[in-house]
């Protein structure tokens, strides 16, 4: 089998995808911008070939370098990144090479576009918060009446994390919004009020899930970029019976076929009309890929499995070979940032949690507004509830953040 890796070396985890194919005898092809000498070594070990672009922003060069491989190693069975800026490349390249394997150009669309998921999730009988493309301030006003006012959600059609989202709490804002926003098309939203949860899957090519997991992150990471505050955030042990059967029923609608994805949720905290009561889960949006920084890993701990393994099975055999450990628990990431002053030095914590901590790293500068400068993932056995609309706290994640 031939495997095409596009970006195989950012994030540096995903040289773990690599890794798991060469295992399974898969000829492994990477294709990126980095120099060969400055790939690490587990992911050099892990290749069978890289072949260097200068841009893979560059689709010609790119072409070029999976016609080269075609050439040399015969027919390409697979072409991924896993990653949500080249999905549309990835595309591009599977229709371009008759890859059928994964999503083609003719495809994407609403895997892409925000304002394409809504009518998906709405035929598939998923809750979702009202949603309209906007264009001007008198279109803007029109939906805020429609949905009863502030506060609302700007974000742009296409993108991921918290890129250049608002929240419009009033005119002033609305006005500010249309003066600064960036040239691009966006998407108004009713706000919800709930923790963020993601149904996270690995998916054969029948759609039916090989594996699932389910992470609870903050209420909004716009918050986190634009306040500069520190994330913090947990995978469960387990994922409720009524997130499953949501997720499931997103993987049908959206054509979700081998491949390993993260699906947003509101879990809500407040009761809205239309669209639920406290704890409902409501559709947020689709990530077609794995879930962002270290979240993998943290699946890993929490079910003490190999996802990368699975996922790697998924691509060789379509099954799960894999099996459930039956050993679950509570994940834990908290981040610091340099920027801020803490009441406890990072030897504090390490020399207190050291036996729980799994992993500690700097974070790439590139994740720094998000993620945090400094991480520290923790593994926890139990998990005490708090606060109303099933907030969550967790003592070790309260102390290390």
């Known amino acids: 089998m031939n495997f095409i890796f596009i970006s ?10 690599c890794d798991r194919l060469r295992r399974g005898n898969v000829n492994v092809l990477g294709i990126g911008d980095a120099p060969y000498v400055e790939l690490e070594p587990p992911l050099r070990d892990a290749l069978t070939e890289y072949y260097r672009v200068d841009s893979l922003e560059d689709y010609d060069q790119v072409y ?4 080269f ?3 040399k190693y015969g027919k390409i069975d697979w072409l991924e990144s896993n990653n949500e800026y080249w999905l549309e490349q990835d595309a591009r390249l599977r229709t371009d090479f008759h890859i059928t394997t994964g999503v083609n150009e003719d495809e994407i669309g609403s895997w892409k576009h925000k304002s394409s998921m809504k009518p998906v999730y709405c035929g598939a009988g998923i809750p979702t918060a009202r949603s309209e493309r906007v264009t001007d301030l008198k279109a803007a006003r029109e939906f805020l009446r429609a949905i009863g006012g502030y506060p609302a959600i700007a974000k742009p059609d296409v993108g991921v994390g918290a890129a250049n989202t608002w929240k419009l709490e009033s005119d002033a804002d609305l006005e500010a919004f249309f003066t600064d926003k960036p040239d691009v098309p966006y998407v108004m939203e009713e706000f919800v009020e709930g923790d963020i949860c993601s149904y996270d899957a690995i998916t054969d090519s029948n759609r039916e899930p090989l594996f699932e997991s389910m992470t609870v992150w903050p209420p909004s990471i716009a918050d986190i970029v634009n306040k500069d505050l520190d994330l ?6 387990a994922v409720p019976e009524p997130l499953k059967r949501l997720g499931r029923a997103a993987l049908r609608a959206f054509y979700v076929r081998s491949r390993f994805v993260h699906l947003e949720f509101f879990r809500m905290t407040k009761a809205r009309a239309g669209l639920g009561k406290i704890g409902d889960f409501v559709g947020l949006e689709v990530n077609m890929r794995p879930a962002g920084g270290y979240t993998p890993d943290m699946m890993n701990f929490a079910h003490s499995t190999d996802v990368y393994q699975i996922w790697a099975d998924m691509v060789t055999s379509d099954k799960r ?10 994940c834990v990431y908290a981040s610091r940032k340099d920027n801020h002053r803490y009441r406890h030095t990072h030897e504090e914590i390490l020399a207190r949690y050291g036996d729980r901590i799994v992993m500690c790293e700097r974070m790439p500068e590139l994740m720094w507004a ?11 056995s ?3 509830m708090t606060g109303a609309g099933g907030k969550s706290s967790c003592r070790i994640l309260r102390s290390i953040s």
Not at 64 to 67: E, F
Not at 232 to 237: L, R
């Open 8 to 17: 195989p070396h950012f994030p540096h985890t995903y040289r773990q995808f």
């Open 370 to 380: 998000t993620m945090g400068c400094q991480m520290y993932t923790a593994g926890a």
């Open 69 to 71: 491989f075609g050439f």
């Open 232 to 237: 913090s955030y947990y995978t469960a042990a």
């Open 64 to 67: 070029r370098a999976v016609s």
């Open 382 to 384: 139990t998990w005490r």
């Open 321 to 330: 070979l894999l099996p459930d450990s039956g050993d679950h628990h509570w």
